[in-house]
């Protein structure tokens, strides 16, 4: 299928780089991204799609690096079903998992922490709730899991490992087989400051630094953030470690964290997440929440907090979504100001704190909903399909 986005205002790239694309046309062909630029006559007519942005902005689908999936849309630790196609609505397209901790009962054994790991990638690895894409199945470090063990789960398919809420005596002790997995290409991520749930521990700069992980879990707390001196300390001397800011964690020390990375001019290890659904519950908003107090707060133009939630996820996890560009996938996100605000549009209300109307999303080129998502309030600009030979009207589910 072949969809055509037309009469965009602005293209926000995801490349923290570059953040800005020049344009008001994107072209996608069977979940790929085709075109990037001036409006194309040709293509849009061959398009079976063609979708009318009315001045709105384009951005990357939303990568939402920190979400504790269990099995199926259902979170029990909220006792919700459908949150996943939920956040669909709050413009993120991707969810990362960051681990299967809170499924009920969990193991802690290694063949147990294995078959978690593997059937939770499995349950994901076609199953796309409101078309999202879920990467899910991360390993959970335990004492008695081995390096064969790893290389066994890289075989299969797992790619991701966890540090934080294994049964080590210590922090540090996680050090070896965080080495181990990512010298195998896992991604490996650690939980970064107090203890979130009975059981688990304080984990500070000095244990991440001895494990040097890929991501820093909500290393500005989770909720509960580590001493204002570790920041500096992993900004510094943890050049290899990117640096996951979450909704349901410390403001002050969010915005701490990316004062100095900006003054570090390492802007890229910079990446947003929600760390939900947990005791601070679900939001779809959430990473728009983020975005806007990284904006209106600190300072932070909204195109570079938008690429710290879309294209830095995507170079740190690998993914090939997250920066609109020939040949990505074709995750996309049409934002507004919100009905009724003081703001002209999506980026200078985002600046000025407001979190932006989602009109439209399309994930694997596939248009989700075109008009009105159910958890932001209408947009400004009406955004239509203007032609299709496809029976779907993409209208989304109403309030």
């Known amino acids: 299928m072949r969809v055509a986005i037309t009469n965009i205002e602005t293209i926000v790239s995801g490349n923290i780089h570059a953040p800005l694309a020049a344009g008001e ?9 085709t075109h990037v630029g001036k409006h194309d006559a040709s293509l849009v007519e061959s398009a079976d799609v063609v979708i009318d942005a009315a001045g709105c902005i384009a951005i990357p ?28 609505h709050g413009g993120i397209t991707t969810a990362i998992t960051a681990s299967e901790v809170h ?24 199953y796309r709730p409101g078309g999202m894409r879920v990467h899910a199945g991360s390993v959970i470090l335990e004492p008695d899991l081995t390096v064969d063990d790893l290389k066994q789960l ?47 521990s304080g984990i500070w700069a000095e244990h991440v630094l001895r ?10 707390g989770g909720p509960a953030a580590m001493p204002d001196e570790g920041f500096a300390l992993l900004v510094n001397e943890g050049k290899d470690i990117a640096l996951q800011l979450c909704t349901a ?13 900006d003054e570090a001019g390492m802007p890229e290890r910079l990446l947003i997440a929600t760390d939900t659904p947990t005791g601070s519950g679900i939001m779809p908003l959430g990473i ?45 996100v049409l934002i507004d100001a919100c009905d009724g605000s003081s703001k002209k549009d999506a980026l200078s209300g985002i600046a000025n704190g407001d979190v932006p109307a989602v009109a439209a999303v399309l994930t694997d080129g596939v248009p989700r909903f075109v ?18 030979s496809v029976v779907d009207t993409f209208a989304g589910t109403s309030h």
């Open 154 to 200: 890289k075989s299969q398919g797992v790619w991701l490992a966890k540090a934080g809420f294994g049964r080590f005596a210590t922090p540090y002790d996680y050090a070896p087989l965080m080495t181990a997995a990512r010298s195998m290409n896992f991604v490996t991520t650690m939980h970064t400051g107090g203890s979130s749930i009975p059981g688990s």
């Open 25 to 33: 046309c994107i072209v996608t062909t069977d979940g790929k991204i």
């Open 61 to 88: 689908g939303l990568i939402d690096s920190h979400v504790h999936i269990t099995f199926g849309d259902y979170t029990p630790r909220q006792r919700t079903v459908g949150f996943l196609e939920s956040y669909v």
């Open 211 to 220: 494990s040097n992980p890929s991501v820093s879990f909500h290393v500005n």
């Open 371 to 388: 008009g009105r998502s159910r958890n932001t309030p209408a947009a400004t600009r009406k955004v239509k399909v203007t032609r299709s």
């Open 103 to 126: 499924t009920p009962g969990r193991p802690t054994d290694a063949q147990g922490v294995k078959a978690l790991a593997l059937a939770a990638r499995s349950c994901f690895e076609h």
């Open 249 to 261: 964690g410390n403001l002050r020390t969010a915005l701490l964290t990316s004062k100095l990375l």
């Open 288 to 332: 728009f929440y983020t975005i806007t107090h990284l904006c209106a707060l600190g300072g932070m133009a909204p195109e570079r907090a938008i690429a710290a939630a879309t294209g830095n996820n995507a170079t740190v996890y690998g993914l090939n979504s997250g920066i609109l560009a020939l040949g990505r996938d074709a995750d996309i």
